[in-house]
């Protein structure tokens, strides 16, 4: 996969785990970014155009409902893993409200997660449409 094709934003508060999902997907051939707030959020999804998107369902500015209402908005077209270390229900409600705004769901992550996880799930996503 070249970086062109695999552009990943990560919408995480929590900087060990974003560095954690970063590390995994470079080693899978991904371009990554970062980002722990909705303003850094907006301005990456505009300038960068991601193509796959991790996002926290909790943030602290903006929970990730919030962002798929941005993401819904901006006709964004890439796919999107929701992400939780809350109540499954909550993530599974937030994955539900992401098919219901159109947007691509690829997936759900509950936090914590191993390593081979998220490496199997980028390498799907890297193989073609969700």
């Known amino acids: 996969m070249s970086a062109d094709q695999g552009r990943l934003l990560i919408v995480e508060d929590e900087e060990a785990f974003a560095r954690f999902v970063t590390t995994v997907a470079t080693g899978v051939g991904y371009a990554v970014r970062a980002v722990a707030h909705s303003r850094d959020f907006e301005f990456q999804l505009s300038e960068w155009?991601?193509?796959?998107?991790?996002?926290?369902?909790?943030?602290?500015?903006?929970?990730?409902?919030?962002?798929?209402?941005?993401?819904?908005?901006?006709?964004?077209?890439?796919?999107?893993?929701?992400?939780?270390?809350?109540?499954?229900?909550?993530?599974?409600?937030?994955?539900?409200?992401?098919?219901?705004?159109?947007?691509?769901?690829a997936g759900v992550l509950p936090k914590p997660c191993r390593k081979q996880e998220v490496e199997d799930l980028l390498q799907k996503l890297a193989s073609g449409p969700a």
């Open 49 to 105: 155009k991601p193509t796959v998107l991790f996002l926290d369902v909790f943030m602290p500015d903006r929970d990730g409902l919030e962002l798929l209402g941005l993401l819904q908005k901006h006709a964004y077209d890439g796919q999107i893993v929701m992400m939780s270390g809350a109540d499954p229900l909550y993530l599974n409600m937030a994955a539900a409200s992401a098919k219901v705004r159109g947007l691509r769901l």
